[in-house]
C-alpha cells in the first residue's frame, strides 16, 4: 500500500504521519529547536510545543486577531502561517515584551486604562499594538480605532484599548526626546 | 497610605498576568502525555446515525482512540444526572448518548491522537451515514405550535396576572400604537474558545482545567454522568476568556475530555472549533408583539406584550422577556404572555442580559414609536409614566433612582437641543438620529460561602468558588477583604475558579458582586471578630470594655471607631494570642425578610447619537451616554468596563449580529467571525458611563446591585430609535443593517 512518496495509505487516505524537520525559532530572544511536522500552524506550535501559551486561539481562521505575534517585528496572525516556514525568524510573543519585570509602555497603559476584561484578547491586542508603534503607523486615535480593528474584543473593551495605546505613544514619543 | 477601598477605582489585581501572557486559560495546561480531543459533529439537524465507519482515522498512527456512542462505556442516563445549576425543564442533552441526532453540529464523535494536528486530520476521515429526517428551524413557521412551559424553570419567570383589562383599554385609547419586534439568534462568542484540559490523576481521581462560570457545578455534573465520588472530580477554572451566559452549563466537551480521560487513562485536552461553537446554547429567536393605548397626553392606558421564542425540542428553555413593562411603567391595564416552540436547534442559553434585552429591545422602541405618536419627547413619555412603585408585585422600590439617570445622562448628552422631526439633523453628508432608551434589570443575591485564612504576617488569603470572567470579581473581592480587615491590596490574595473552594453558585445574573461580596465580607468579619477577642485579652488592651462594633481596622491595626489614634497591629494581636493563622468560613444567604417587601432592581437611561451615511446608509453610533443606578459601586473602573463592554454588546446587537440559519439545511450558516459580525474597534466611538448616586441598605449587606447585564438592556432600543430619528424609517427586525434602510 505504498505510494511512490513512502507514505502509508489505506485506500486513497494517508495513514502515516508527514516526516517531521528541526527547526529553529528566535523566540523572544532565546533559541528554540523544534522538530515540526510540516502541518503545523505556528500558533499550535507555540502554544502546544513551546508552552508558550499567553498567545491565544479565538479563531484559527485570521478572523479576529487574539494569535497576534511579532515575527521579525511585523505583527502577524500566527494561526494563518506554518511554524516550519519561519526557520530563522525571530519571533517575540506576548512573553516577550515586558523587559523582565518592567513591563512595556502599552502593557503597562493597558493595565492603568483597564482596556481588558477576560483578557483573553488582550495578548493579541498588546502585539499588534507594539507592532504598529514600532512601524510608526499609530498617529490619531482613528489610527488606533481602524488599525486595531483586526482585534476582536468580545468583552467590549474598546475605548479603553484606544485611551491606553494613546497613553503609550505619547510615553513613547517622550522617551524618545 | 488608607486600607479604604470599596469605591475606589482600582485596576485589576489580576492585570498583570493578564497582560504577560501568565494567566492561563482552560487549553494552557501543558501537562505531560497529553493526548488531544477532535469533535465531530453532525452534518444534518434531525434524524438518526445508521453507521459510524472510523476504520481509517483509526488506521491513522498516533490515533489513539475514536469514541462514539457506540463504544463508549457506561454513563448515566436519567436526565437528573445531567441537569445543572442552569438547566431548563426537560430532558438535558446528552453527548454520545445515542444515535439520535437533535441538531446540526451536535457532537458525534470524538478522536483522540498523541498530537492535535493528527486528531484533527483522523477526525476528516470518521464517515457518518445519517437516516435523515425533516426538520423544521423557522419559528416564524411554527407560530401555531407555541405552548406555555409546563414546567417553570424557576420562580418569576412566568408572566404575571392580567391587570384591568388591556384589551378594553387598549381599544378606546386615543393613542395607539401594536407592533411586532424581532431578534434574530445570537451567539455569546466569547474570545477564547470552549476547552477542557482532563487531567488523569493515576489514583481514579480527575482534575479538569475547563471554561465554565461555575465550576462546582460542572463537578456535579461530571460527577454524576460518570458515578465518581464528588471528591474525586476537582474543576478548575482561575481564568476564564469570556462567557456572557455560554459558561453558566457545563458544556459538551467537559464530558468529551472526561469521558476519553477516564477510558483512556490518560490526560486529554478537548477544544471546540469557532466553527463548532455556533453549536452551543445561544440568545434564541424571539418574536414580540407590544400594545400600547395612551390617552392623549401620553399617559399610559394599556400595555400589552407577548413573547414568542424558540426552544429545542428536548428542553422548555425559559427567560423573561415580558413582565418589565410593569415593573418600568405606571399603567393600570397590563396583560403579558410568553411562548415557546420547538425546533430542530440545541436549547437555548442564557446570553447577557437574558429576557431583558430582548424584552426591553421591544418595550422601549414601542415606547419610541408611541412619543411620536403622541407627540411629546421620548424622555417626556417615560417621565409621564414613571413608576413609583412595581406594579407587578405590588411593591415599593428598595431604591429606585432612575430619575437622576434620565436627568444626568440627558444633560451629559445634550438632550435638550434634539430636533423632534427625524431626519431634521444632519452633519455634511450624514444624517444625525438622536434616540433614549430605560434599562432595568434584576438585583439579586443567592447564598454563598467564603473562606479567609489570615496570618500572623498579615497576609490574608480569601477564597470561594466563584468565577471572574472579565467581571473584575477578583479585584472587587480583593478589595471587599482588604477594607474589612484593614489590610494593603497587595496583602490580599481572592481565589475563585476551583471546586474545591467554598460553595458558590453559578457567576452570572449581575449578582456576584452581592453574593460572594456579602460571603467575602462576613467571613472577614468574622475573622475581625477573632481578632477582637484575642485583642480584649491583651494586657491593658485598650479594647477591654468595647463591643466589636466599638472598634474598625483599618492600615494593618485593629482602631477605636471614635479615636483611631488608638489601635494596635494585627500582627501583634496575633503573637499576643499565641496565633500563626486565623481561618473562617461563612455563609451569607440573603435577608429574605427585609428583601421580601422590596421589588429591586437596578435601573439605567442610555441616550445615543447615530449618524447614517444620506446615500450608502451606513450607520455610525458616534456617542453614547448611559448613567445607571445600581447601588454601591465597589470599583469605578471595573465598573465603568462592565457597562462599556455591555454598550458594545448592544452595538452588536442593533446592528450586527445574527446568526442565519439556512433553513434547508437546518444549520448556523454564518458560524465563523467573519460571517458573524461583532463590534470591532472602529464600531465604537465615545461611551459615556455615568453611575448616579444611590443607596440601598436592603438588597444586601454591601449595597450593591451588580453591573453585568445593565449596559445592554435597552441600549440596542435606543440605537434603533435614534436610527428611526435619524432616517425616519423604523426597522422592527434586528440587526438594523444597511440594506433594510433602503
Ligand atoms: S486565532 Fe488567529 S486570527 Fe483568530
Ligand atoms: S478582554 Fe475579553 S475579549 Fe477582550
Redesign the interface.
Same mark, same amino acid.
Given at each position: 500500500m505504498n505510494n511512490k512518496s513512502g507514505v *502509508?495509505t $489505506?485506500?486513497n487516505?494517508?495513514?502515516?504521519?508527514p516526516p517531521k524537520s528541526w527547526i529553529t525559532l528566535k523566540i523572544n530572544g532565546a533559541e528554540r529547536h523544534l522538530e515540526i511536522?510540516p502541518?503545523?500552524i505556528l500558533l499550535?506550535a507555540l502554544?502546544?510545543l513551546l508552552?508558550?501559551?499567553?498567545?491565544?486561539?479565538?479563531?484559527?481562521?485570521g478572523?479576529?486577531g487574539?494569535c497576534t505575534v511579532l515575527i521579525d517585528g511585523k505583527p502577524i496572525n500566527s494561526c494563518l502561517t506554518l511554524a516550519i516556514m519561519h526557520d530563522g525568524a525571530e519571533v517575540t510573543?506576548? *512573553?516577550g515584551? $515586558?523587559k523582565g519585570d518592567a513591563?512595556h509602555p502599552v502593557?503597562q497603559a %493597558?493595565? *492603568?486604562h483597564?482596556a %481588558?476584561?477576560?483578557?483573553?484578547?488582550?495578548?493579541g491586542q498588546?502585539c499588534s499594538a507594539v507592532g504598529l508603534l514600532n512601524a510608526g503607523k499609530l498617529r490619531t486615535p482613528d489610527d488606533?480605532? *481602524?488599525l486595531?480593528?483586526?482585534?476582536?474584543?468580545?468583552?467590549?473593551?474598546?475605548?479603553?484599548?484606544?485611551a491606553a495605546i494613546e497613553q503609550a505613544m505619547q510615553s513613547e514619543g517622550s522617551a524618545a526626546q | 497610605m488608607t486600607t479604604n477601598y470599596m469605591g475606589k477605582a482600582t485596576s485589576r489585581v489580576d492585570g498583570r498576568a493578564k497582560v504577560t501572557g501568565a494567566a492561563k486559560y482552560a487549553a494552557e495546561y501543558n501537562v505531560p502525555n497529553l493526548a488531544y480531543g477532535y469533535i465531530v459533529t453532525s452534518a444534518i439537524a434531525r434524524g438518526r446515525i445508521t453507521k459510524i465507519d472510523a476504520s481509517e482515522a483509526l488506521a491513522v498512527e498516533g490515533v489513539l482512540q475514536v469514541f462514539t456512542h457506540e463504544n463508549r462505556h457506561k454513563i448515566a442516563e436519567d436526565d437528573q444526572s445531567y441537569e445543572d445549576e442552569a438547566a431548563s425543564p426537560g430532558s438535558p442533552f446528552r453527548p454520545l448518548y445515542d444515535n439520535q441526532i437533535k441538531f446540526s453540529g451536535q457532537p458525534v464523535a470524538l478522536v483522540v491522537a498523541e498530537e492535535f494536528e493528527i486528531a484533527r486530520y483522523a477526525a476528516s476521515l470518521v464517515h457518518i451515514e445519517y437516516k435523515v429526517e425533516s426538520h423544521e428551524t423557522d419559528l416564524s413557521k411554527v407560530r401555531a405550535n407555541g405552548y406555555e412551559p409546563k414546567i417553570k424553570r424557576m420562580e418569576g419567570f412566568e408572566p404575571v396576572k392580567p391587570r384591568g383589562n388591556a384589551e378594553k383599554a387598549f381599544q378606546r385609547a386615543v393613542h395607539q400604537h401594536d407592533a411586532e419586534y424581532d431578534l434574530p439568534i445570537e451567539h455569546h462568542n466569547p474570545m477564547e474558545l470552549f476547552a477542557s484540559t482532563a487531567v488523569w490523576e493515576g489514583n481514579g481521581k480527575i482534575t479538569i482545567y475547563d471554561k465554565n462560570q461555575g465550576a462546582q457545578n460542572c463537578q456535579r455534573y461530571i460527577a454524576n454522568i460518570f458515578g465518581f465520588p464528588m471528591d474525586d472530580v476537582r474543576v478548575i477554572s482561575p481564568f476564564v476568556g469570556g462567557a456572557f451566559g455560554s459558561g453558566l452549563r457545563p458544556q459538551y466537551q467537559i464530558f468529551l475530555a472526561a469521558l476519553a480521560a477516564r477510558e483512556l487513562k490518560c490526560s486529554v485536552r478537548v477544544s471546540l472549533t469557532r466553527q463548532q461553537m455556533f453549536g452551543l446554547g445561544y440568545r434564541p429567536n424571539t418574536l414580540q408583539r407590544v400594545a400600547i393605548g395612551a390617552a392623549k397626553d401620553g399617559a399610559l392606558e394599556a400595555f400589552m406584550h407577548d413573547a414568542l421564542a424558540n426552544t429545542s425540542r428536548y428542553e422548555d428553555y425559559q427567560e423573561m422577556v415580558v413582565n418589565w413593562a410593569g415593573s418600568l411603567y405606571q399603567c393600570d391595564n397590563m396583560k403579558f404572555s410568553y411562548n415557546i416552540a420547538q425546533l430542530d436547534l440545541c436549547t437555548p442559553m442564557d446570553m447577557r442580559a437574558p429576557g431583558g434585552a430582548p424584552g426591553m429591545y421591544a418595550i422601549e422602541c414601542a415606547m419610541d414609536e408611541l412619543a411620536y405618536k403622541v407627540g411629546c419627547d421620548p424622555l417626556e413619555l417615560r417621565l409621564k409614566n414613571y413608576s413609583e412603585k412595581d406594579q407587578n408585585e405590588g411593591k415599593p422600590f428598595s431604591s429606585k433612582e432612575l430619575r437622576a439617570c434620565y436627568r444626568q445622562a440627558a444633560e451629559k448628552f445634550g438632550w435638550a437641543n434634539r430636533k423632534p422631526q427625524p431626519g431634521s439633523m444632519r452633519d455634511g453628508s450624514e444624517l444625525i438620529g438622536w434616540g433614549m432608551a430605560t434599562g432595568i434589570w434584576e438585583a439579586m443575591q443567592q447564598p454563598a460561602s467564603a473562606r479567609a485564612v489570615l496570618t500572623s504576617d498579615g497576609k490574608l488569603e480569601v477564597s470561594s468558588a466563584t468565577a471572574d470572567i472579565g467581571t473584575g470579581t477578583y479585584t472587587i473581592m480583593t478589595q471587599i477583604a482588604a477594607e474589612t480587615l484593614g489590610l494593603p491590596l497587595q496583602d490580599v490574595t481572592f481565589k475563585l475558579g476551583d471546586s474545591t473552594l467554598p460553595q458558590s453558585p453559578i457567576e452570572g445574573g449581575s449578582w456576584t458582586a452581592a453574593t460572594n461580596g456579602s460571603a467575602v465580607k462576613k467571613v472577614c468579619d468574622a475573622v475581625g471578630a477573632k481578632l477582637f477577642a484575642m485583642a480584649q485579652k491583651m494586657e491593658a488592651s485598650p479594647f477591654a470594655n468595647l463591643k466589636f462594633e466599638d472598634v474598625a481596622f483599618s492600615e494593618g491595626q485593629m482602631r477605636l471607631k471614635n479615636d483611631s489614634d488608638r489601635g494596635v497591629a494585627i500582627g501583634e494581636i496575633m503573637r499576643h494570642g499565641g496565633a500563626t493563622t486565623l481561618a473562617e468560613e461563612a455563609t451569607s444567604s440573603p435577608d429574605e425578610a427585609k428583601q421580601e417587601p422590596y421589588a429591586r432592581y437596578t435601573h439605567s437611561a442610555i441616550f445615543v447619537e447615530v449618524k447614517v451615511d444620506e446615500e450608502l446608509r451606513t450607520i455610525r453610533v458616534t456617542r453614547i451616554v448611559i448613567a445607571v443606578a445600581g447601588g454601591r459601586i465597589l470599583n469605578p473602573k471595573t465598573a465603568r468596563s462592565q457597562v462599556l463592554g455591555a454598550a458594545v454588546g448592544a452595538i452588536g446587537m442593533a446592528l450586527e449580529e445574527e446568526s442565519v440559519v439556512d433553513q434547508n439545511l437546518g444549520r448556523i450558516m454564518t458560524h465563523n467571525l467573519a460571517d458573524y459580525h461583532v463590534p470591532v474597534n472602529a464600531d465604537v466611538y465615545d461611551i459615556d458611563v455615568i453611575f448616579v448616586e444611590e443607596h440601598d441598605t436592603i438588597v444586601n449587606p454591601l449595597g450593591v446591585k451588580g453591573l453585568g447585564e445593565i449596559g445592554i438592556v435597552g441600549t440596542a432600543a435606543a440605537i434603533a430609535n435614534a436610527v428611526f430619528h435619524a432616517t425616519g424609517k423604523r426597522v422592527r427586525d434586528m440587526p438594523i443593517t444597511v440594506d433594510k434602510l433602503f
Open positions: *502509508e $489505506a485506500g487516505v494517508s495513514t502515516s504521519l511536522a502541518w503545523t499550535d502554544r502546544n508552552d508558550l501559551t499567553g498567545t491565544k486561539k479565538g479563531c484559527d481562521h478572523q479576529c487574539a510573543t506576548i *512573553e515584551i $515586558a513591563l502593557q %493597558f493595565i *492603568e483597564d %481588558f476584561q477576560c483578557g483573553y484578547c488582550t495578548p498588546i488606533i480605532r *481602524e486595531m480593528s483586526g482585534n476582536i474584543c468580545r468583552c467590549g473593551a474598546y475605548p479603553n484599548i484606544v | -
